[in-house]
């Protein structure tokens, strides 16, 4: 069946900018996860839901991020005037509740 | 907050050898260690898990020891081939029976099969 999917795959954008990134997790996952992975370096958590809520969003690095999943499937993580540092492949998985996450190929956010 | 440790960062060993890689973890409330290989322009990928009232797990050529006394847990690939090389996370995580929790990941370890 089909997986986790993200877009875009790669993201290009100037500081300052704002952007979005989507993340279609496999269908009937109740718990949805993003995490950010820098060059050489392991995924480091965001944040994740449980259906519509937040239940852990102690990842975010400061204000200019932010998640939602409206309707309990698909989500946006949204990052306000972007900077060189948030430069990264953003990374969604989804799991059945407590089950293993499946994780997404990743969207590459290039910010110049 | 947990901690994962990783090492080596990078191995190279022959085709057919054994590879281990070794990692250590702060939190003792964790109660799940997942391993994870990633492939180029991939996401990460379980290969295999364990579980805190489990010492050892083995499927085919890979398998997984957890010493919860000292907080250890090591991946051992035997027989490696070609197709191994990548880089392997371990990851520490400790959910509920029916609720979800964040994994902690590991550095990494860029493993490679020398032919």
């Known amino acids: 069946g089909a997986g986790v999917s993200q877009t875009p795959s790669n993201k290009v954008t100037e500081k300052g900018k704002y952007v979005e990134l989507r993340c279609d997790p496999i269908?009937?996952?109740?718990?949805l996860y993003w995490y950010r992975q820098s060059l050489g370096q392991g995924p480091e958590f965001l944040i994740y839901?449980?259906?519509?809520?937040?239940?852990?969003d102690s990842g975010l690095p400061n204000d200019r991020f932010f998640a939602v999943r409206p309707e309990g499937s698909v989500s946006t993580l949204k990052i306000q005037r972007t900077e060189r540092g948030d430069s990264a492949v953003y990374l969604c998985?989804?799991?059945?509740?407590?089950?293993?996450?499946?994780f997404g190929p990743g969207t590459r956010l290039t910010v110049l | 907050g947990e901690n994962v440790e990783q090492h080596p960062s990078t191995l190279s060993v022959q085709e057919g050898d054994s590879a281990v890689i070794k990692c250590t973890y702060s939190?003792?409330?964790?109660?799940?260690f997942p391993w994870y290989k990633q492939e180029l322009g991939k996401g990460p990928q379980l290969i295999i898990d364990i579980r805190s009232n489990v010492g050892e797990k083995k499927d085919q050529r890979i398998a997984v020891t957890l010493n919860k006394t000292a907080k250890h847990f090591s991946l051992h690939i035997t027989e490696t081939q070609p197709e191994d090389s990548a880089v392997y996370f371990c990851?520490?995580?400790?959910?509920?029976?029916?609720?979800?929790?964040?994994?902690?990941f590991g550095s990494g370890t860029r493993l490679s099969i020398r032919p």
């Open positions: 998985a989804s799991s059945l509740m407590a089950g293993e996450q499946f």
């Open positions: 839901f449980q259906g519509t809520g937040a239940a852990d």
């Open positions: 939190d003792s409330a964790s109660n799940y």
């Open positions: 269908s009937g996952h109740t718990a």
């Open positions: 990851a520490a995580t400790s959910p509920g029976y029916s609720s979800a929790s964040k994994i902690i």
